[in-house]
């Protein structure tokens, strides 16, 4: 359950591509929006497709981040916490995000 007392939502908006040993969203986030409330399962890595630079990341613990990013940069993530992505800009955040199973 998130913070905001509802389940847990999709890590991403959209699934590209899965078979036995990746899965590969698309996580498309517009101005003022936000992602669900979601908590991984596996490690994945991010690539940065669309982006003016800034992504807003909020944790189930009440903590924050903010990301400086640009296209074509990339994170691999093994920590797993409950969290969302918060867009504050004026131009919409994309990313292919790669699952490994």
Known sequence: MGPDGKDLGEIASVVLFENEKVKIWNLIVEPGEA?????HGRDYVTVIVESN?????????????????????????DSHQIHRVVNNTDTRYKNVLIELK
């Open 35 to 39: 992602s669900d409330w979601h908590l």
């Open 53 to 77: 630079g800034h992504l807003d990341a909020q944790y189930g613990d009440g903590t924050g981040t903010v990301s400086d990013n640009a296209v074509g940069d990339f994170t691999y993530h």
